[in-house]
């Protein structure tokens, strides 16, 4: 049975998904769209059904709910009614470090990349998913990157739907006669993003009277603008001293953003992982308010029990395994 797609708030959705096609991805070619069955994920998929027709869908079980099989099973047969060419159930299994928010992501994620290849995968990611996402980054002080929110493109991911308010793919559920999948971690008040949601959100948008989501996004976006060309002349900063070990003095004149950048640049590169805005500010006084400190641990794949530390010695930098 395939649903008759149509409706104001449709064309609303079709319409950002028709410009992020023209932007990241004008010419046909397989492109797969993530499905929860959640009111985002509906909407995405029938706009994007409309506009492309050979869709695939691929629906991630997490296995989180004692009837989350049933539910990804229904969200594959709505894709398909929606006008997919294909719908895909991916079941995971979660678990690993960082809580269950983090190890879920992680989970799905890995899981859509295997089943879509090197092609473009769309998540359903709202400008109110924008706005939490920025109020966490800044709530947490982890830096410019933490409140630049989500791109539209991050290779395979895009996000279409940036602009487009939560109400709106809600209202064209409504137009299609869909009831999505309610996910019960989205309300629950153990995670810190459902009580964003429920609670501190709607207050902003009771103090300041509205306008705090699109508010919230420009910020995200003109920061974003900025880090981009910080990133690039770090990225030419480092390529004049990429190396295992890094001359204090061929960065110490740096702005300190371009050398916080070039830091952080050096240290991916040898190794380091998942650095944080404190753990690079830390590196960062090896080189900017030396007095002798000891090194710096930072986070890398490394057997248990072991370190990954910034040692500075004799006017350079290096990472060694303690």
């Known amino acids: ?43 995405l998929t029938a706009a994007l059904a409309r506009e492309r027709g050979s869709v695939g869908a691929l629906v991630v079980d997490h296995g989180l709910q004692p ?40 989970a799905r994620r890995a899981a859509l990349r295997q089943a879509s290849g090197a092609a473009p995968v769309l998540l359903a990611h709202t400008m109110d998913d924008q706005a939490e996402t920025v109020l966490l980054g800044l709530g947490r002080g982890s830096g410019p990157r933490s409140i630049q929110g989500m791109r539209a493109w991050d290779d395979p991911w895009g996000r279409p739907l940036l602009g487009v308010r939560r109400a709106t793919t809600r209202a064209v559920c409504a137009e299609l006669g869909i009831e999505p999948h309610e996910d019960p971690m989205n309300t629950d008040p153990r995670f810190a993003r459902a009580r964003l949601r429920a609670e501190v959100l709607p207050l902003l948008e009771d103090v300041l009277q509205g306008g705090v989501a699109e508010a919230l996004a420009r910020t995200a976006a003109a920061v974003r ?48 992982q998942a650095l944080n805005e404190t753990q690079i500010r830390a590196v960062d006084e090896l080189v900017s308010a030396w007095r002798g400190q000891g090194p710096v641990a930072v986070p890398g794949a490394l057997k248990e029990g072991r370190r990954l530390m910034v040692r500075r010695a004799y006017g350079r930098l290096r990472l060694v395994v303690a």
């Open 67 to 106: 009837d989350s099989a049933r539910t990804a099973e229904r969200a594959a047969r709505l894709a398909l009614a929606l006008g997919c060419a294909s719908a895909q159930v991916l079941p995971v299994v979660v678990d690993g470090p960082g809580g269950l928010e983090a190890a879920a992501r992680t």
């Open 1 to 43: 049975m395939r649903l008759q797609v149509s409706g104001p708030r449709l064309w609303e959705v079709r319409q950002s998904v028709r410009d992020w096609l023209a932007s990241h991805a004008p010419e046909p070619e397989a492109i797969f769209v993530g499905l929860s069955g959640g009111a985002d994920s509906l909407a």
């Open 225 to 272: 603008e900025d880090n981009g060309y910080l990133d690039d002349q770090a990225a030419a900063s480092y390529a004049r001293v990429a190396g295992e070990e890094l001359a204090v003095a061929a960065v110490a004149d740096l702005p300190e953003p371009i050398r916080r950048r070039t830091l952080r640049l050096w240290l991916l590169d040898n190794g380091a």
